[in-house]
């Protein structure tokens, strides 16, 4: 039985669309780069520190840690301090708690966002829970640091920066291993 061409018309369309789709797929992350890059948000931080140990005394720089929950996520999380002041080129230190308060183990991953934007290439992160996932047994809390250090070579203009942390509930996707008491 010979398919008829509105049939074929369809079929062609569907897989064009089918292929457009996938496409756009792959197109969403360098847009939403391009986005956060134009309106300023979910600033990536720098990768690993290249730059001169020289600690630039005459300078300070105020970091300010904000932390948030996802929409289902029950952990308490927070930072130890509201914020620090730092010297460029030197190595600093804040601590996140975790604490898990429901009765059953879970995952989690914290996303980070630096801001301004144009500063986050000279936040670099050289310890950060954010590395990996955080698994929390019931009732369990945790003390996790994150070890930055604020570039010398950023510009002088940005004496403020934000390091917002998000943290999301991801169990469903990694299940974490239950604990065994002996017995």
């Known amino acids: ?6 049939t074929r018309r369809l079929i062609t369309r569907l897989l064009i669309l089918v292929l457009a789709m996938f496409a756009f797929g792959f197109a969403l992350v360098p847009i939403y780069d391009v986005m956060c890059s134009a309106f300023g948000i979910n600033g990536k931080t720098a990768g690993q520190y290249q730059g001169s140990q020289v600690v630039d005394q005459s300078r300070q720089v105020r970091v300010q840690f904000l932390s948030t929950n996802a929409v289902d ?3 308490e999380f927070h930072s130890t301090a509201d914020e620090v002041v730092v010297n460029p080129g030197a190595v600093s230190e804040m601590v996140f708690i975790a604490f898990n308060p429901t009765d059953k183990p879970m995952t989690a991953q914290a996303i ?11 936040f670099h992160k050289t310890e ?4 990996t996932q955080q698994v929390l047994q019931p009732g369990e809390r945790i003390e996790m640091p994150v070890r930055f250090i604020v570039d010398r070579d950023m510009p ?3 004496k403020h920066l934000t390091l917002a942390y998000t943290l999301f509930d991801i169990t469903a996707r990694q299940p974490p291993v239950a604990v065994h008491t002996g017995g």
């Open 1 to 6: 039985m010979a398919e008829s061409l509105p």
């Open 73 to 75: 996520m029950v952990w």
């Open 112 to 122: 980070p966002s630096i801001s301004p934007a144009e500063a986050a290439m000279y």
């Open 128 to 131: 950060c829970f954010c590395f």
């Open 156 to 158: 002088l203009n940005v």
